[in-house]
């Protein structure tokens, strides 16, 4: 008996630590839009692998014969479609650009506990493959996933970095993307992108400069990026803005209108609109004044 509760024991530590190192195998896209997530340990090796041999390979803290001062030891032979990577220090952090086919593809290094040991770089899969470009089936269950890894997005990215190793995000701190509607505002405060779904999704601020409720269609969100228009795929939105007040919308944007795939970047200058259900503010009253001479009013004269 006491044989078996070794074994179960020893079984349970075997799990807990399979589970610690999570999916230490990993494929990701080839998309020179997106910068790509890698975690890297101390004492285990991270292999990068592409479809074919690597043009050239530029990093910031590398350090090939592991003498010279750096942060992560980089291992490559000239001519070969994959090289290794290993940190030095704990907490170090760097970027690796490889040249691969006329383009270049950017890894950000972190240094983990839990690293990726194999990371294989995949192409995209050709028009012909994809059905004439057409866009992936993606499950109402499967966007609701989406969103919930967007809204966990700063959250995941520190703690689980590689869960969202290749999704494509940024924010518009510095040139914000503003749609003003005279009496209230929408604001793209952050965007994302998941290639393999072709969807986009946006959390965007709502502002009312009005003093009464401002009501619209929370299933109504629409992306415009140059002369097309993209309908939602799905939104988490309440449908109501409070008087002066502002609210913030998460909204998917999934392949385009006619079924194919969108490939939308996120440097486009966006633009979202939705549909009002509340009536707009009366116009201010108009005030007309005349420029007509005003003469002056006389009492009739006496007459005896």
Known sequence: ?????????????????ITTLAQP??????????????SVATNRVTTISFPSPIDAIEGAGMTVDGKTPGLFQLAHAKGSAFLSVRAIFPKASANLNIRWNDRTYVFELIESNAPILSLNMA????????????????????????????????????????????VGFTTYDGKPLVSDFNDYQIQIEAAFRFNAEDTLIFR?????ETDTPLIYQPDSFSLCAGNRIYPQSISDATGTVPPKGKSIVYF????????GRN????????TVLVNRLSPPPPPPPVVTTTNAPVHP??????QP
């Not at 024991?9 to 807990?16: M, R």
């Not at 195998?25 to 890698?38: C, F, K, M, N, T």
Request: no cysteine; glycine share 4%.
């Open 204 to 208: 965007v601020a709502i502002t009312n």
């Open 123 to 166: 192409a995209l899969p050709t028009p012909e493959e994809t059905g004439a470009g057409r866009a992936p089936d993606v499950s109402p269950l499967k966007l609701l996933s989406l969103l919930d890894k967007a809204k966990a997005f700063p959250l995941l990215k520190a703690q689980q970095p590689e869960s969202v190793a290749d």
């Open 263 to 270: 490939n939308l970047s996120l440097k486009n200058q966006f």
């Open 25 to 38: 195998i990993q494929q990701v896209w080839l998309d020179d839009r997106v910068a790509v997530s890698v």
């Open 252 to 259: 998917a944007v999934t392949g385009t209108p006619d079924g």
């Open 297 to 302: 009013i006389r009492s009739p004269r006496h």
């Open 1 to 17: 008996m006491k044989s078996i509760v070794s074994l179960l024991s020893a079984t349970v530590t075997v799990l807990s630590a």
